[in-house]
T-cell receptor, first 114, second 115 residues
């Protein structure tokens, strides 16, 4: 069975700072990787995803993530954060054989200080 | 992605009662799922709602406690039976969209509080 680790539970940054949120997964086969975001009072939204091809994927709102297979990692990055990025961020993985079962990490709460 | 709505959006229930949560999608979707998000924790998959057949439950979840129906490709229900305070959670349904992709899209969730 797959598992996902997000080591940063709560991150506090000032506006314009650079962001990197860690995500590591454990699974013996090929995976699909996702980052979801949950803004305060809103439902879970897809930020970006990786299925195959270029390991650097770009998502909405200036976010990107890099899949490093050798490290089983899929870290989320943004060069300059905004106050509106304050949210909970979840990394998730599913096996890449049409299983569609998502396993989520515990989430990282990001607080941006104006 | 298909638009998902859930009813009720929130509820406060007494111990020992049951609550049925509805999930409606605005177009036919292949796969539908039910998740639970307990306070301060991440999302955990409860089951896959299969159209026209019994749901497929994950380890730790059983049909007697969480009966699921999926009568067609746009609708599913999850019942939380014989509730206890430990069932207080946000319950979310998701689907893989009209194209049956590997990406899941989530509904707004139902916030359940059990007293």
């Amino acid at each position: 069975a797959q598992s996902v680790s997000q080591h940063n539970h709560h991150v506090i940054l000032s506006e314009a700072a650079s962001l990197e949120l860690g995500c590591n997964y454990s699974y013996g086969g090929t995976v699909n990787l996702f980052w979801y975001v949950q803004y305060p009072g809103q439902h879970l939204q897809l930020l970006l995803k990786y299925f195959s091809g270029d390991p650097l994927v770009k998502g909405i709102k200036g976010f990107e993530a890099e899949f490093i297979k050798s490290k089983f990692s899929f870290n989320l990055r943004k060069p300059s954060v905004q106050w509106s990025d304050t949210a909970e961020y979840f990394c998730a993985v599913s096996p890449n054989f049409g299983n569609e079962k998502l396993t989520f990490g515990t989430g990282t709460r990001l607080t941006i200080i104006p | 992605s298909a638009v998902i709505s859930q009813k009720p959006s929130r509820d406060i229930c007494q111990r020992g009662t049951s609550l049925t949560i509805q999930c409606q999608v605005d177009s036919q979707v292949t796969m539908m799922f039910w998740y639970r998000q307990q306070p301060g924790q991440s999302l955990t998959l409860i089951a896959t709602a299969n159209q026209g057949s019994e749901a497929t439950y994950e380890s730790g979840f059983v049909i007697d406690k969480f009966p699921i129906s999926r009568p067609n490709l746009t609708f599913s229900t999850l019942t939380v039976s014989n509730m206890s305070p430990e069932d207080s959670s946000i319950y979310l349904c998701s689907n893989t969209g009209t194209g049956g992709t590997d990406t899941q899209y989530f509904g707004p969730g139902t916030r359940l509080t059990v007293l």
